[in-house]
């Protein structure tokens, strides 16, 4: 599986967007990027997942570059329910997940 | 979305004892289920692939002696932390994708295993 890189921490003001980015310049054809997060003492929760075309569901929008070689996951109103790890996983023909060291979203009231 | 339980939440035992942790599917049936752990601060490790009805298979530096599996039902998979150390003591999570056609997994809400 290819593997990505995403800055350590990052914070967002409360009510505002959180633009979380993965570089996955590696990925191949059949890779997808799946954004999962983890917040503190708890199990990872899904968010989403995506191939090619961006994607968006009830929790966040998911931005895939043309080339593939990045993504950006958009949380559209953060709250401070949002402070949490996000991991970014491309992940191949395997089906376990491969975790990095994600980024530390923290949301500011 | 799919729920997946752990029991216990949280566990103590003394140095030499072992540990059991259970891994269900509440909703849906999973013939295979994976096992994580997480030190604190790092990020989570794959430990085993568990597969109903056959032997759990193991990443490389994790004793299969040591951590033993079971996936006795479509439902259930089990790890026995056995001899526990101190050293063993993690978080130790589960997840499972729902259905053998979809690669999104669900996971645990995950175990402290805390050893004396």
């Known amino acids: 599986d290819a593997k990505t890189t995403q800055p350590p921490s990052m914070d967002c003001a409360e009510g505002r967007a959180a633009n979380l980015p993965c570089n996955h310049s590696?990925?191949?054809?059949?890779?997808?990027v799946y954004w999962y997060r983890q917040i503190h003492s708890q199990g990872p929760q899904y968010i989403i997942h995506?191939?090619?075309n961006n994607e968006t569901n009830e929790m966040a929008s998911l931005i895939i570059t043309e080339d593939r070689k990045s993504s950006t996951l958009i949380l559209p109103h953060a709250t401070l329910r949002d402070t949490a790890v996000y991991y970014c996983?491309?992940?191949?023909?395997?089906?376990?997940?491969?975790f990095g060291s994600g980024t530390q979203l923290t949301v500011l009231p | 979305g799919a729920v997946v339980s752990q029991h216990p939440s949280r566990v103590i035992c003394k140095s030499g004892t072992s540990v059991k942790i259970e891994c269900r599917s509440l909703?849906?049936?999973?013939?295979?289920m994976f096992w994580y752990r997480q030190f604190p601060k790092q990020s989570l490790m794959l430990m085993a692939t568990?597969?109903?009805?056959?032997?759990?298979?193991?990443e490389q530096g994790v004793e299969k002696d040591k951590f033993l599996i079971n996936h006795a039902s479509l439902t259930l998979s089990t790890l026995t932390v056995t001899s526990a150390h101190p050293e063993d003591s993690s978080f130790y999570i589960c997840?499972?994708?729902?259905?053998?056609?979809?690669?999104?997994?669900?996971f645990g809400p995950g175990t402290r295993l805390t050893v004396l």
């Open positions: 997840s499972a994708p729902k259905g053998p056609y979809t690669d999104t997994q669900y």
């Open positions: 590696t990925i191949s054809g059949n890779e997808y």
């Open positions: 995506g191939l090619k």
């Open positions: 996983i491309v992940r191949g023909s395997a089906r376990q997940l491969t």
């Open positions: 909703d849906f049936q999973a013939t295979t």
């Open positions: 568990s597969n109903e009805g056959s032997k759990a298979t193991y």
